[in-house]
């Protein structure tokens, strides 16, 4: 049985269409990647995963069971971490405070509860260790973090918390090649520790590497759903861009290219 | 603090520091230091403390102190600490001063028995108190909701808020009572209460009858019905007749009866307002409160104090000895602190128990409290962290032999300072405090930091560096330091100058109007603004082209000038020029005095931070230079000045400083710096900090409270303190703890930092900035209370428009505009900057209305010296 398994999920706001009939699955240790272009449904994708909208058909299911969530923190509560594109992070905080927000550890007793600082920072740093990352110093305001350790505090943070669906939305987005690399064995390491891991992004480069599944979403219609032997990288990035398309605009580009050409020649 | 033992192989953090993120420098303590966003205010109160001491008289004695606590306390600094925690939670809240006035003005008419001619509730104050407060935090549920529903920027929702409380006070008020302001409450409690009024009666026609033995041949007992008293029969006044009548024997038992009697009569409830008129406006007269050994615990407490807070440094500055751990001393030191404080506390409160009983007994069982508490934190540390790390710190005290006697020797001055008043022995006393402090400075140090290699080293290495002083870098020490003693100089030189006058007005001396003065003022900084806007390094490169000594040394010097004047330039003379304009001789010379000192002090810590980057025992030694020509200044202005507190206390401060100078100047000789952190020991370090703060405060504050009977019997001016700055400090403490210590503070910054963000990882950001406003608005209850109970009466108008001072307190303190940013501490202190332009500018004796100039000077600098010094700290990292 799969972890995570959606069937003909669809979202409409008022009379737009923005997710139609999306099937896909999400199993325990491998990662699910979703492409898609701009505006292709993928941030609706996931804020119904996530518990921010509601699916208004098909069905959603969590370990077998039909859900609907009705906020972020229910979806939290059954084990679906984001790591939303903003990171969700504060960047005047530091690292262990931005580890545990929302959910730090306390000692004493109401009211006269506090936060167990020395114990946070401790699992704060163990934790980054444990997904390769070495924070010397764990007071550091997030700020001064670069891109790719912000993402790893974020996947550290959320799988922590128990997730077991980790959801990434565009984690590579803005990263520099190096910087990128780091973050997918990152995913891959979430991976290998059993979490079912969603990995949204409009790089087919970036998705074929890690990947086991691929949902392909083009103006909120599913493309297609396939596993990692039944596709190669080449085949999804023409699905990406949805086929037809991406070979009209190469004509169009071939022939702009070759009128400068000419231009410049004479 | 880790509990891990002593003596493992390898405990040094930061040998053990990966190399993971090079990309982070290691901060230095005084970096990391400046980074807390209260730091630049701190500075600044101290500056602008130590201003207004030298140019005004009452400023430096107790009862200036006890206006600027009071000032600070409340409203101001109340409303500041809890506006700053709304602004680090991203909000605004206008209607703050407006509402301290309308909780106040609540409160007062809900205790009204008759309010104009719409009645009024007449309730008890132990109802009002709940009742308003539920009014306050509806007013902050109010604001926060909207704020929140709607998305509207929160000072648009809260200057509403503002208009509908300042229209709805005049409103009420004049409709209700006729005028715009509440008659007074205890005048309202004693006329709402007929017994109390019977009472008052009694006692003013009983001195001298025998009214008891009339009360019962008229058969009035105390259950007769006051109405009955009062009937138009005239029972009552009969009875009063008669003891007029009556009133021939006078004897001494016929007096306590009565007594007696109007007590019974005045004992009655009184609808709790004596009891809360304690609680909320109790004032403490200082000149009642005698102590004899006042100046001992001040004087240990400025000591134990400044130890603590130069073992900080050190503990945060050195490295360690490996083995060396944390574990035990802080809970030692902290727990034994605060037990000794509160013993001094019990034994205050016991030696000078006030008349009122109530109070005594609060005074004695908090000092109890305080006591007990030190205790149990000694003792859960010590079941806590092993029992071996507390031996461990023990004996590595015990196993030092210099701590010891270090501190006897110390405390010997003391005792020959405090037993003395002739020079020599000042001296002499002032001598052994400093040798005391050293040695066991330096004893503590070499049982825990790892030395330098040798000083034989240390000096070789001051010859390599001097070897190459023509060295760029070398070259950039000299200039400031020059500046520094030529400062110095002048400065001395100027005082003496002006002291050579007999003359107290030096307008008059110089025959010019205040005008002329000003335009002379305004040409001088125009002067000063031009010269600054000239590169003085372009000038300075010109000049270098020339090949002479002469030309290089004025290229360096013109260099250095040109760009100190940039930043300090225009406003220095503006400011100097405008005040000279006003000031008496003795202000006048205190203000260039102290300029050229602080210049002096600025441009010489800037030659000696510069030539540590160049070797490091030039930059102790140039310390200890330092140090010797603080001494000097002090020796200078003991000499020459005119002012007992210039003699004093000046010399005394300027002399402790150069102390210190000089043991850090040769602890960083003796010992090695850390090059990695060390969070162990920077607990520590911030514990020992925070102990050392907190002797500094009792000891000041014994200092403030008590008086001695040689002052007394010289007759000084009454003080009187008020319960407010007790509720202040504790506002203060408690807030700093929850934005510090607690989820809901984290969450104040998360909200304040990045909102969507702290909501999606599951922090209620909408319930937490309700509750900030909820906060706000019972912080606004309670400085309305502590109004109405002071002032009697609360205007309609008390209030509006201060909520400005409050954000300018918040922001001053160093909280920043955008919110996720600030500290509780900074805005108390910042309220503290507020109150002494306040208090300072009236009794430096310039006119009032120039406050409004200073705050707005003082706020533009603190955001330009936040945001520089912030931009700096972060640069560092």
């Known amino acids: 049985m799969a972890l995570l398994e959606l069937q003909n999920i669809s979202k409409y706001y008022g009379n737009i269409i923005a997710l139609q009939g999306v099937t896909t699955e999400v199993n325990a240790g491998e990662v699910t990647c979703v492409l898609g272009d701009n505006g292709a449904g993928k941030s609706t994708f996931i804020k119904i995963l996530a518990g921010v909208h509601q699916h208004d058909d098909g069905d959603f299911l969590l370990e077998g069971d039909s859900v609907r969530f009705n906020s972020p923190r229910e979806a939290l509560d059954r084990g679906i971490a984001a790591v939303y594109q903003d990171l969700a992070m504060v960047p005047l905080m530091s690292v262990w405070r931005n580890f545990f927000l929302g959910s730090e550890p306390t000692k004493g007793i109401w009211p006269f509860e506090w936060i167990d600082r020395a114990g946070a920072k401790q699992i704060a740093k163990e934790e980054m260790a444990k997904m390769g990352i070495d924070i010397r110093d764990t007071e550091q305001p997030v700020g001064t973090l670069s891109g790719g350790e912000r993402q790893s505090v974020a996947i550290a943070r959320a799988v922590y918390f128990g997730a077991k669906v980790l959801i990434l939305d565009e984690p590579t987005s803005a990263l520099g090649v190096k910087q990128s690399g780091v973050v997918l064995r990152y995913i891959v390491e979430a991976a290998k520790r059993g979490l079912g891991v969603i990995f949204i992004t409009h790089n087919p480069s970036h998705a074929y590497p890690v990947g086991d599944r691929f949902l392909i979403l083009n103006r909120g219609k599913s493309m297609g759903n396939f596993a990692k032997s039944e596709v190669s990288q080449q085949e999804l990035t023409q699905l990406m861009a949805g086929g037809a398309e991406l070979e009209q605009l190469q004509h169009e580009l071939a022939e702009a290219i070759a009128s400068k050409d000419a231009a410049s020649a004479s | 603090m880790s509990d891990t033992i002593a003596g493992d192989a390898d405990p040094q953090t930061e040998q053990a520091a990966p190399a993971a993120d090079e990309r982070l420098a290691y901060r230095g303590v005084f970096q990391r230091m400046l980074i807390r966003p209260e730091i630049g205010a701190a500075i600044g109160a ?287 030191c902290g727990g034994l602190l605060i037990a000794v404080a509160g ?279 140039l310390l200890l230079i330092v140090s010797v020509l603080v001494a000097g200044t002090a020796f200078f202005i003991r000499a020459e000045s005119m002012t007992p507190k210039f003699r004093t206390q000046m010399f005394s401060v300027l002399l402790a400083v150069a102390a210190l100078m000089a043991i850090w100047a040769i602890a960083t000789l003796i010992f090695q710096e850390r090059s990695g952190p060390d969070h162990d020991a920077d607990g520590l370090g911030r514990g020992l900090a925070v102990a050392g703060g907190l002797a500094l405060t009792v000891g000041l504050f014994i200092r403030l409270l008590a008086v001695t009977e040689a002052e007394v019997l010289r007759g000084i001016t009454p003080t009187r303190f008020s319960v407010r700055i007790l509720w202040f400090l504790a506002f203060t403490a408690v807030a700093t703890w929850v934005l510090g210590r607690t989820r809901f503070g984290s969450w104040i910054f998360a909200v304040g930092g990045n909102k969507d963000a702290s909501r999606q990882v599951g922090v209620p950001a909408s319930r937490t900035k309700t509750q900030l406003f909820m906060i706000t608005a019972v912080a606004a209850w309670l400085v309305g209370l502590l109004l109405a109970f002071r002032l009697n009466t609360i205007q309609a108008s008390t209030g509006d428009g201060e909520e400005f001072e409050y954000i300018i307190a918040a922001v001053v303190g160093g909280n920043a505009l955008t919110g996720g940013r600030g500290s509780t501490l900074g805005a108390a202190i910042g309220a503290f900057i507020m109150a002494m332009s306040v208090q300072g500018i009236p009794s430096a004796r310039w006119n009032s209305d120039w406050r409004f100039v200073f705050v707005g000077v003082i706020l533009l600098l603190a955001v330009i010296a936040n945001n520089y010094i912030r931009t700096q700290a972060e640069q560092a990292r």
Not at chain 2, 117 to 139: E, F, M, Q, V, Y
Not at chain 2, 252 to 268: N, T, V
Not at chain 2, 559 to 581: E, N, P
């Open chain 2, 343 to 621: 013993a001094v506390l019990t034994i205050v409160s016991l030696t000078n128990r006030s008349q009122n009983p109530i109070a005594a007994v609060l005074a004695i069982a908090s000092s109890l409290a305080v006591v007990g508490i030190g205790l149990s934190i000694m003792r859960s540390y010590r079941h806590r962290a092993n029992a071996q790390g507390v031996s461990i710190a023990v004996k590595s005290l015990m196993r030092n032999a210099l701590v010891l006697p270090g501190v006897a020797l110390a405390l010997v001055g003391m005792w020959r300072l405090h037993a003395t008043d002739s020079v020599g022995g000042n001296t002499v006393g002032a001598i052994l405090i400093g040798a005391g402090m050293l040695v066991a400075l330096i004893g503590w140090g070499s049982t825990r930091y790892v030395r330098r290699a040798s000083l034989g080293d240390a000096a070789q290495q001051l010859g390599d560096a001097s070897d190459d002083f023509d060295d760029s870098r070398s070259g950039s020490v000299a200039p400031p330091f020059v500046i520094g003693l030529v400062a110095l100089v002048v400065g001395m030189f100027l005082a003496r100058r002006m002291d050579a006058d007999n003359s107290t007005n030096l307008v008059v001396e110089w025959d010019l109007s205040g005008w002329a003065m000003f335009l002379i003022a305004l040409v001088v900084a125009g002067l000063a603004a031009f010269l600054s806007a000239v590169r003085g390094d372009t000038v300075a490169a010109e000049l270098s082209a020339g090949e002479t000594a002469v030309s290089r040394a004025m290229s360096v010097l013109i260099g250095t000038a040109g760009q100190r004047m940039r930043t300090a330039g225009i406003l220095t003379f503006i400011v100097t020029m405008l005040f000279l304009a006003q000031a008496t001789i003795q202000g006048a010379r205190a203000i260039f005095f102290m300029l050229l000192l602080g210049v002096a002090a600025v441009s010489c810590m800037t030659g000696v931070r510069r030539a540590r980057n160049v070797s490091h025992p030039l930059g102790s030694l």
């Open chain 2, 46 to 332: 101290i500056a602008i403390w130590t201003f207004f001491w030298a140019v005004s008289v009452p400023f430096g004695k107790a009862g200036g102190a006890a206006s600027i606590l009071d000032v600070a306390s409340s409203p101001l600094g109340i409303m500041a600490v809890a506006v700053a925690m709304l602004m680090i939670g991203g909000e605004f809240d206008l209607s703050t001063g407006a509402a301290t006035g309308a909780f106040g003005i609540i409160m007062i008419l809900m205790v009204r028995d008759v309010v104009g001619d719409a009645g009024g509730w007449g309730l008890s104050l132990w109802w009002a108190l709940p009742l308003s407060l539920a009014a306050a935090i509806t007013l902050g549920w109010f604001n926060g909701t909207v704020v929140d529903r709607t998305g509207l920027p929160s000072f648009i929702v809260t200057l509403a808020s503002f208009f509908v409380l300042k229209g709805a006070k005049l409103g009420f008020s004049k409709q209700l009572v006729d005028q715009i302001q509440t008659g007074k409450l205890d005048d309202l409690i004693i006329a709402a209460d007929q017994e109390r009024l019977v009472g008052l009666r009694l006692i003013d026609d009983a001195e001298g009858a025998r009214q008891q033995e009339l009360l019962n041949s008229l058969g009035v007992t105390m259950d007769t019905p006051v109405e009955g008293l009062e009937a138009g029969n005239g029972t009552f006044g009969a009875l009063l007749d008669a003891v007029r009548a009556a009133d021939a024997n006078d004897n001494a038992r016929e007096l306590e009866q009565l007594a007696e009697l109007s007590r019974s009569f005045i004992d009655r409830p009184d609808k709790g307002y004596s009891t809360l008129n304690e609680i909320f406006a109790y004032d403490w007269l200082r000149n009642e409160h005698i102590w004899e050994w006042r100046d001992w615990a001040y004087m240990l407490g400025a000591f134990l104090g400044l130890s603590l807070l130069v073992l900080a440094v050190y503990e945060m500055h050195f490295r360690r000895k490996p083995g060396v751990e944390s574990a035990g001393i802080l809970p030692l």
